[in-house]
C-alpha cells in the first residue's frame, strides 16, 4: 500500500501535502525484488490495479501531513490546499442567518460552488447536511482517516452526479488494529477563540484474523469570537458612493473608504426627516446632535493620489462621526459542539467472501449572532413616530410643535433588543451492509447498500416579530379622550393598539434612547423561528472488476456495475415563517429573518456505468508506456429523464522520468433538493414594465421541478517529471478547463421581465402573470438552466525528499493559477476572476509550499501560504473605483513534533502556531448593496483571527 501510494504521488503527479513518510522507501531504494504492490482504487478511477495510474489529476493527502499541521477538523487543512477556494466553514459565519449552513465545513473545489464538489466516504456518497447537497465534514469519522484523495478534474463517469469541478474522498484504515487517541487546544493570540479536540480509536482481529471490529469516537469544541471589531486591524472599510462624482469630471464612482457609519439611523434612534432631522437620543431618552463626520478626514484612508480628503455624509453613508456601524458587529466564528462515533466489523465467511457492516453518527451545534434588527434605510423600513407618542421627550415635543409638524421617521438599530442568533443542529445516521467477493484470479465483485438519514434542525433566536413591533413603539398614554370602554388605567402607558383591544397582549416599547428591556417587553417582540428537516439517502450498488484479456501491452481491466439512489426531504415551518401579514406583503412570514416555509419532495436516481483500462504500447519506439482510460455512464432520473457522462483519457511514459497525460470529460451536476422543491414565498417588489413604467408585483419565489441536469466539458491535460538523476524529485503540470452548459441560477425579477420584452429568452415569459388587462401582477421567480459557466488555468505539484542525518527533509510546492472564470448570461459575458470583494473568486494565484524534516524522535514543518492579488469586481476601471485591487498575502504556519516510545506505546507531543506573523486580512470590501453591515474584508478567502497557537498530544500502542 506505501509503495502503491509513493507511486501515485511521484509517477501519477498526486502530490502528499507536508509530510509524506510514504516517500521514505523511495527515498533509500526501490522496493524489495518479489513485492507486491496492493491494488487500490485511488479516487480519479474504479479501476483497481497495482501500478495503474489514472490520468486524472489527483492530490494524495495522508493522515501524517494532516498530523503535521494540526488543525481542529480535515476540513481546515484541506481549505488550505489552492485548489479549494470559498468553502464554507465556522469562521464565514458573518452575519448570516436562516440558510442552516452556521458551523458547517463544506469544500469548493475551484471555487465553482459546493454543490459542484462531490464529497465521498471510502468511496460511497454521504447524505447532504442541507437541502443543496452541502456535506458537513464535521460529521463525518476522521480518527480513523487514512489518506485524502483530492481529484481536480471531472469525474461523474466514474462517481456520478456533482463531480464537476472534482472529488473529495475521505479514505478510512479499515484494517487497523491496536488503539490510538489524540487530545489538543489551542487559543487565539488575543486569548480568544478556544478549541478542543479529542479522539479515540482503537481495532482488533479475531477468529484467527478472519475478523475485525474498529471503533472511533471524537468531541470537538469552539469558542465563537463574536466581534470583528475585536481585531485592530478592522476600521470599518466599505464601499461607498464618491460624493465629488459628476459626469465627465474625471472623478471615479465608488471608492474604497474606512470608518464609515450609517448617518440613517443610531442605537437609541435618529430623526432623519423634517426640520428635527440630525437629532438623535442618547441613553435615558436624552436628545443630542449627531454628528455626520468631521471636514479635512481622509476618506479612504489608501493613500490614493488624486482623492478628495473631504469628509462626507451621503443619503446613506458617513465618515467618521457618531459610531453606528453594523459591521462591527459581525461574528468572526461561530461557537460549535462536534461529536462523532464510527463502528466498523468485517467477516471473511469463506477465502473468498468478506461481510461488512458499518454504522456512523454524527452531531453538531452551531450558535452564532447576526446583527440586531434595523429599521432604518437602506435595507429596512424607518419608523414613523407621531407627536402623541407617550414616550418622547419634552423637549423633542417641543420642537416639534414650534416646527409646526406631527410626526417624523426614527431610524434604529435595536440593539437593545439583542442580535438575531442563529442555532442551527445537525445530525447524520449512516447504515451500511455490504460484502467484497473474490470471484476467482484477478475479478472482484463490490456489494453494499446504505441508509443515511439527516435531520437538521434550523432555528434563529432571538428574532423580531415585526407585527409585534410595531404595535409597541406607537404607544400612547390613556386619557379621559381616548380610554373609551377599554378599562385602561388612566395615566397608564399602553399600546395605541389596546384601545381598542385591551387584551391583545401588546407590551409598549419606548425606542428613544437605548432601553433596559423588561421581561414582559421581551417575550412579546422576540421569539425564534425554526425549521426542522429530514433528508434521507438510499443507495444499492453493485460492482465488478478485472482483466478482462491480454494485449500485447498487457491486461485489459474492466470495472462495471449499476446503482440506485433515492433521495427525498421533509420540511416544516413555524407558523409565524408562514404567517401572510399586509404591511410587507403576503407570504413573507411574521419574523424579521427565518421565515422558513416547508417543502417536501424527492427523486430516484438508476445508473449503470462501466470504466476500461487499455494498455496500447509497452517498451516501445514511442516511449515505454501508453495506456488508455475510458469511462461511461448512463443515468436516468426521474424528474428529468437520461442523461449521459463519460471520459477518455491518456497516459505516456515517454522515457527518462518523463509521463505526459490528458483527458477529456463530459460531468454533470444534477439539480439538487434544494433546487427542485424550495418552499414558496412571496414578497411585493416594484419592477420596470416597459413602457408601463414602475408596477408593483407579487414576487413568488420556489423551487422548479423542471430542471435538468447541468452539463461540463472538462479538459485536463498534463505533464509528470521524476527525473531519474535526482531522486526524490517530482512535478506536475496540468493545465484544466471547465465548460458548464446550463448552469442553474435564480434570476431577479426585474431580469425575468427584461429578458421577456427584448426576447432574448422568450421562456422568461412564462413567468410573468398578467391579468385580463394586460397590467403585471405576478413575477414567478424559479432557478432555471440559462447561464454558462467557464473557468480555465493550471495546477503546479512539485515535491523533493531526501535524507538529512537521521531523518528525511520534504519539501513541497502547490499552486493553482486561474486563467479565467466567467459567467456568460445571454451572450453578456461577466468575468469573476479575482472578484474577492464578491466572494466569487478565485483570485489568479493561490499557493502553499512547505518544508519538513521527520525522524524518530522529531518532527519539524514550516508552512507558507499565498493567497494573490484580487480585485473588487473586475469589469470596473479607475473610472468606476478609487481602488479596485485587493492586495496579495502571505501567511506563514510553524509547528513541532517531539517523538517519545515508552512501554510499548509511541507518544507524541506536539505545537504549532498558524499565522505566525499575525498577518491581518487585506481590504476587500463587498459589494455595499442596501445594508453597511459588510465588515471589509472577504471571510471566506482571509483569516480573519490571527495569530492561533496549539498544543496536545497523541499516542499509539
Known amino acids: 500500500m506505501r509503495v502503491f501510494l509513493r507511486k501515485s504521488l511521484l509517477l501519477a503527479g498526486a502530490a502528499m501535502v507536508g509530510g509524506a513518510p510514504a516517500l521514505a522507501a523511495e527515498a533509500a531504494g526501490p522496493a524489495e525484488s518479489g513485492a507486491v504492490e496492493a491494488a487500490i482504487v485511488v479516487t480519479g478511477s474504479r479501476i483497481a490495479k497495482a501500478g495503474f495510474e489514472a490520468p486524472t489529476p489527483t492530490t494524495v493527502v495522508d493522515a501524517t501531513a494532516l498530523n503535521a499541521a494540526p488543525q481542529p477538523t480535515v476540513a481546515q487543512y484541506l481549505n488550505q490546499l489552492p485548489a479549494l477556494s470559498g468553502s ?4 464565514t459565519a458573518g452575519n448570516g442567518v436562516g440558510g442552516g449552513t452556521q458551523g458547517m465545513n463544506s469544500l469548493n473545489l475551484r471555487g465553482l460552488g459546493l454543490s459542484r464538489t462531490l464529497v465521498l466516504l471510502d468511496n460511497r456518497r454521504v447524505v447532504g447536511s442541507a437541502t443543496t447537497g452541502a456535506v458537513d465534514l464535521n460529521l463525518l469519522p476522521t480518527t480513523l482517516l487514512q489518506r485524502v484523495d483530492v481529484v481536480t478534474g471531472g469525474a461523474s463517469a466514474a462517481w456520478g452526479s456533482d463531480a464537476v469541478a472534482g472529488v473529495v474522498n475521505l479514505v478510512l484504515d479499515k484494517h487497523f488494529s491496536g488503539l490510538k487517541g489524540n487530545i489538543q487546544k ?3 493570540t488575543y486569548g480568544d477563540g478556544g478549541e478542543l479536540r479529542a479522539e479515540l480509536a482503537g481495532g482488533h482481529a479475531f477468529a484467527e484474523g478472519r475478523g475485525h471490529i474498529l471503533a472511533s469516537v471524537s468531541y470537538s469544541s469552539s469558542d465563537s469570537i463574536d466581534r470583528v471589531d475585536s481585531r485592530p486591524w478592522y476600521v470599518g472599510t466599505k464601499l461607498i458612493s464618491n460624493p465629488a462624482y459628476a459626469a465627465g469630471n474625471g472623478q471615479p464612482k465608488l471608492l474604497v473608504a474606512d470608518h464609515v457609519n450609517s448617518p440613517t439611523g443610531t442605537y437609541g ?25 468631521t471636514v479635512g478626514v481622509p476618506v479612504s484612508g489608501l493613500g490614493t493620489p488624486g482623492l478628495s480628503t473631504t469628509a462626507y455624509s451621503g443619503t446613506q453613508h458617513s465618515i467618521n462621526g457618531t459610531p453606528n456601524d453594523l459591521g462591527a458587529a459581525n461574528q468572526i466564528s461561530a461557537s460549535t459542539k462536534v461529536f462523532s462515533t464510527f463502528l466498523r466489523g468485517s467477516f471473511d465467511v469463506t477465502d473468498n467472501i468478506n461481510l461488512f457492516g458499518e454504522f456512523i453518527y454524527g452531531k453538531s451545534i452551531a450558535d452564532s449572532l447576526s446583527v440586531p434588527y434595523f429599521t432604518m434605510v437602506p435595507n429596512g423600513s424607518p419608523l414613523t413616530i407621531a407627536r402623541s407618542n407617550a414616550y418622547l421627550p419634552a423637549a423633542t415635543a417641543t420642537a416639534m410643535d414650534n416646527a409646526g409638524v406631527s410626526s417624523f421617521t426614527l431610524g434604529r438599530l435595536n440593539m437593545d433588543l439583542g442580535e438575531a442568533a442563529p442555532h442551527n443542529e445537525r445530525e447524520l445516521y449512516r447504515y451500511l451492509v455490504g460484502a467484497d467477493i473474490k470471484l476467482g484470479g484477478s475479478w472482484n465483485a463490490h456489494l453494499y447498500y446504505e441508509h443515511q438519514l439527516s435531520r437538521i434542525l434550523n432555528e434563529v433566536r432571538n428574532d423580531q416579530l415585526r407585527s409585534a413591533f410595531a404595535l409597541a413603539v406607537d404607544a400612547v398614554q390613556v386619557t379621559p379622550a381616548n380610554v373609551g370602554s377599554s378599562g385602561l388605567a388612566l395615566g397608564s402607558i399602553v399600546c395605541r393598539s389596546s384601545l381598542g383591544a385591551p387584551t391583545n397582549g401588546c407590551v409598549p416599547f419606548n425606542v428613544f434612547g437605548p432601553q433596559n428591556v423588561t421581561a414582559a417587553q421581551r417575550a412579546y417582540l422576540v421569539g425564534t423561528a ?5 433528508m434521507t439517502e438510499d ?5 465488478v472488476g478485472g482483466d478482462l484479456f491480454n494485449l500485447p501491452a498487457g491486461a485489459v481491466t474492466l470495472a462495471a456495475g449499476a446503482e440506485y439512489r433515492r433521495e427525498s426531504h421533509s420540511a416544516d415551518a413555524d407558523a409565524q415563517s408562514q404567517r401572510n401579514i399586509t404591511d410587507t406583503g403576503p407570504g413573507t412570514g411574521n419574523w424579521w429573518v427565518g421565515n422558513y416555509k416547508p417543502s417536501s419532495g424527492g427523486f430516484t436516481v438508476k445508473e449503470g456505468f462501466a470504466e476500461v483500462l487499455v494498455p496500447l ?17 448512463v443515468t436516468h432520473y426521474s424528474t428529468s429523464g437520461t442523461v449521459t457522462t463519460w471520459k477518455a483519457g491518456l497516459t505516456w511514459d515517454i522515457a527518462g522520468g518523463l509521463k505526459l497525460r490528458g483527458v477529456q470529460s463530459r460531468d454533470i451536476r444534477a439539480p439538487n433538493l434544494g433546487d427542485y422543491y424550495l418552499g414558496g414565498s412571496a414578497t411585493s417588489q416594484t419592477v420596470i414594465d416597459g413602457p408601463n413604467g414602475n408596477v408593483s408585483v407579487l414576487r413568488i419565489q420556489s423551487g422548479n421541478t423542471n430542471l435538468v441536469p447541468e452539463v461540463a466539458s472538462t479538459t485536463t491535460l498534463g505533464a509528470v517529471y521524476q527525473p531519474t538523476f535526482l531522486r526524490g524529485f517530482s512535478i506536475a503540470v496540468d493545465y484544466f478547463r471547465i465548460k458548464i452548459d446550463g448552469a442553474i441560477a435564480t434570476p431577479a425579477p426585474q431580469y425575468v421581465v427584461d429578458r421577456c420584452r427584448d426576447g432574448s429568452i422568450p421562456a422568461m415569459c412564462s413567468l410573468l402573470v398578467r391579468n385580463s388587462s394586460g397590467t403585471l401582477t405576478t413575477v414567478l421567480v ?8 467557464l473557468m480555465s488555468g493550471v495546477d503546479v505539484e512539485a515535491s523533493y525528499r531526501f535524507r538529512l542525518g537521521k531523518g528525511m527533509v520534504s519539501l513541497r510546492s502547490l499552486w493553482t493559477y486561474t486563467g479565467e472564470h466567467k459567467l456568460i448570461d445571454n451572450g453578456v459575458v461577466d468575468s469573476l476572476l479575482g472578484e474577492v470583494g464578491q466572494g466569487n473568486g478565485p483570485v489568479k494565484l493561490r499557493g502553499f509550499n512547505s518544508v519538513s524534516y521527520d525522524s524518530e524522535s522529531l518532527a519539524l514543518s514550516l508552512r507558507h501560504r499565498f493567497i494573490g492579488q484580487g480585485v473588487i469586481d473586475a469589469a470596473w476601471t479607475s473610472a468606476d473605483i478609487n481602488n479596485n485591487t485587493v492586495s496579495a498575502i502571505s501567511y506563514f504556519d510553524m509547528s513541532a513534533t517531539a517523538k517519545v516510545r515508552s512501554g510499548g506505546v509511541n507518544f507524541e507531543v506536539f505545537a504549532s502556531v498558524d499565522n505566525m506573523f ?12 442596501t445594508t453597511n453591515t459588510t465588515i471589509g474584508t472577504a471571510a471566506a478567502t482571509y483569516d480573519l483571527i490571527g495569530r492561533y497557537f496549539r498544543a496536545g498530544v497523541r499516542f499509539k500502542m
Open 269 to 293: 434612534g435618529l430623526i432623519t426627516t423634517g426640520p428635527l432631522a440630525g437629532t438623535q437620543f442618547l441613553p435615558g431618552s436624552v436628545p443630542a446632535p449627531f454628528n455626520f463626520g
Open 539 to 543: 443507495v444499492a450498488s453493485a460492482s
Open 88 to 91: 464554507t466553514s465556522p469562521r
Open 782 to 789: 424559479q432557478p432555471l438552466n440559462y447561464k454558462t459557466e
Open 530 to 534: 425554526r425549521q426542522r428537516i429530514s
Open 186 to 188: 489551542g487559543i487565539s
Open 617 to 633: 504500447l509497452k517498451d516501445s519506439a514511442i516511449g515505454r508506456k501508453l495506456d488508455f482510460n475510458g469511462a461511461a455512464r
Open 918 to 929: 499575525n498577518a491581518a486580512p487585506p481590504r476587500a470590501p463587498g459589494i455595499l448593496g
